[in-house]
Each structure stands twice: as structure tokens, then as C-alpha cells.
T-cell receptor
């Protein structure tokens, strides 16, 4: 089954404790992206990747890092989480940056205390 | 830059009622337009799309027409069901001044359909 998976689905952590949210897709997509969803703000892009070893900032990259060492994986790293990073995070992928349809993962709900 | 404005919810309807969720956009050129749906506890799914002016996207009884003259892409369904209860997002990508690297989303509209 074609899908985008994220882990963990739920995470409660404390300020300053480094964490990684994993994202994996099994569709051989070139393009991957991370979004955060906040009430009243919709979804905003954090980072995106056009292919292996090619990443760039989205609209709200501060406090986040990403890497793309393999085509299928695109982890989101929070080196020193803060409470304002409490949010619902979505990973998405598509065949290429010009491809219209993006496939979304189920989401990771992160709470930073 | 690009932006999307959609009607604020929540919207509550009875089963079989007519649904309209308004969406207008700001962008130059010819962006692609989308409606995504998010069911409770799930990620977003593409509902329908239109890539050029006057195109009509349709899926699962939902329709939206790309109106460049009014910069709108309103979502409609003639008879909603309880299973349509979800959050609906209008989005765009591309255009002359926009990026093909991301979707720009509206804030979402929560639809609740009562039996």
C-alpha cells in the first residue's frame, strides 16, 4: 500500500530535550516536505527537499533541522524544543516539486512542556 | 506572495443539505488550486483540483470551479452526508510570483453534518 508514515504519532516532551520525528514514504517520491498545523493558522511549510541531499527552508524553519540521506526518509529534528513548537506536524511527499498531488502522513502531535 | 482566504467555520448542516465553502486567492499568473480534506485523526487527502481557468474539479459529489475573474475556487456539494464531516482546506501552488515547492493553505473550515 502506498503511504507516508510518521513516528511517533504522539509525543510529550520537555523544553530543551532533542527529538526527532521520522517520516518515510514507499512511493519513490523525489519531493518531501514538512508542515505544521496550528489552530487559526492552517498549515505552514517548515522545510522541503527536492531530492537526496537537497533541502531548503519553507516559511517557518526556525528551530528545526532536516536531513535527506535516503530518498524514502525525511526526518524532522528539533535540537532544543520550546513550548511554541507544540503543534501538529505533517510530512508530505510527491513525485516532484511540479507535481500537483501531495500525499500526507497521518500527523504527529507534539507537546513541549 | 500567494495567499488563500476561506470562510471561517465551523459550519453545521443537516444531512442532505447543500454545502458551499467559499475560497478566494491572491496570486499572479495561473496557480493550481486544490481542496484537501482532513478527517478526524487523519492526515490531509486531496479532494479535488483544477489547474487552469474555468476548469472544474470534482470528486465524491464535491465540485469546485477555477474562476480567474473572481479569483475564487468555492467548494460545493448538493447533498452532504454525516461521513462528510471533516476539516476542508483550500490551497494553491505556483503562479507567476509563487513557489512550486509548497502548497499555500487557507486556515481550514470545520464541517459538521448532523443526521
Amino acid at each position: 500500500e502506498a503511504q507516508v508514515t510518521q513516528n511517533p504519532r504522539y509525543l510529550i516532551t520537555v523544553t530543551g530535550k532533542k527529538l526527532t520525528v521520522t517520516c518515510s514514504q514507499n512511493m519513490n517520491h523525489e519531493y518531501m516536505s514538512w508542515y505544521r498545523q496550528d489552530p487559526g493558522l492552517g498549515l505552514r511549510q517548515i522545510y522541503y527537499s527536492m531530492n537526496v541531499e537537497v533541502t531548503d527552508k519553507g516559511d517557518v524553519p526556525e528551530g528545526y533541522k532536516v536531513s535527506r540521506k535516503e530518498k524514502r526518509n525525511f526526518p524532522l529534528i528539533l535540537e532544543s524544543p520550546s513550548p511554541n513548537q507544540t503543534s501538529l506536524y505533517f510530512c508530505a511527499s510527491s513525485w516532484g516539486q511540479y507535481t500537483d498531488t501531495q500525499y500526507f502522513g497521518p500527523g504527529t502531535r507534539l507537546t513541549v512542556l | 506572495g500567494n495567499s488563500v482566504t476561506q470562510m471561517e467555520g465551523p459550519v453545521t448542516l443537516s444531512e442532505e443539505a447543500f454545502l458551499t465553502i467559499n475560497c478566494t486567492y491572491t496570486a499572479t499568473g495561473y496557480p493550481s488550486l486544490f481542496w484537501y480534506v482532513q478527517y478526524p485523526g487523519e492526515g490531509l487527502q486531496l479532494l479535488l483540483k483544477a489547474t487552469k481557468a474555468d476548469d472544474k474539479g470534482s470528486n465524491k459529489g464535491f465540485e469546485a470551479t477555477y474562476r480567474k475573474e473572481t479569483t475564487s475556487f468555492h467548494l460545493e456539494k448538493g447533498s452532504v452526508q454525516v461521513s462528510d464531516s471533516a476539516v476542508y482546506f483550500c490551497a494553491l501552488k505556483g503562479g507567476s510570483g509563487g513557489s512550486n515547492y509548497k502548497l499555500t493553505f487557507g486556515k481550514g473550515t470545520l464541517l459538521t453534518v448532523n443526521p
